[in-house]
């Protein structure tokens, strides 16, 4: 008999990743590190959290998780108030020797053209994907119920990659952005997007 697959025994999986924050727009990486959410990353995790209400969708209805690095933990505390469980294997991917370093600089030491995804897989001393493969293998193992993960792109990209049963070497595919939430169900994701422009 063959084992089920990870999107055959998934629950309803969401995995909304923080908003935006000063080190984002400043095109600096985060990594270990942390910055303070921008007033227009307060109001994406709100008009998410406005959204998911709507819908029937939060801590009633869902487990809620988060990182615990303050960007994280302050997007699901703003989205769904206070009460979500701190998984630290949600954390972001570590990048070693290059947490903090502006992206520009890098592009200019490395190559102009190196991919946006070779700074978290191939930084000096940093974590790396097969780590990170490990750390988001061992947060679905744990979810035995719908669930909301409140995390960061790298992580979030990693545990959506192995949620849909897609290879790691597809992880570049995957649509990311602040200020939006992915909902996974049957193998099937949907990208799931407030309007910010109708949010007070």
């Known amino acids: 008999m063959d084992t089920p697959s990870i999107p055959d ?27 303070p ?40 505390a ?28 890098l592009r200019t030491d490395l190559a102009p053209d190196v991919d946006m995804l070779a700074f978290y897989d191939g930084a000096p001393e940093g974590e790396g994907f097969v780590a990170l493969e490990h750390r988001a293998r061992s947060v679905m193992a744990r979810i ?12 979030g990209r990693m545990i959506r990659t192995l949620a849909l049963g897609r290879s790691v070497a597809d992880l570049p595919d995957l649509a990311s952005g602040q200020g939006a939430a992915f909902r996974i169900r049957d193998g099937v994701e949907t990208m799931m997007t407030p309007d910010l422009d109708a949010f007070a």
Do not use: C, Y
């Open 78 to 105: 703003l989205a769904f108030g206070e009460g979500a469980t701190t998984d630290p294997d949600l954390r972001e991917i570590g990048l070693g020797a290059w947490t903090g370093a502006g992206i520009a600089g």
């Open 37 to 76: 959410l921008t007033a227009r990353g307060r109001k994406q995790a709100l008009a998410l959290g406005a959204m998911f209400a709507t819908m029937g969708l939060g801590p009633a209805s869902h487990d809620l998780r988060t990182s615990p690095q303050p960007r994280a933990a302050m997007t699901a």
């Open 144 to 155: 035995r119920r719908p669930t909301i993960l409140v995390t960061h792109d790298m992580t």
């Open 9 to 35: 025994l998934l629950p309803d999986l969401i995995v909304m990743r923080h908003g935006e924050t000063e080190w984002n727009v400043a095109r600096r990486l985060q990594g270990a590190l942390d910055s």
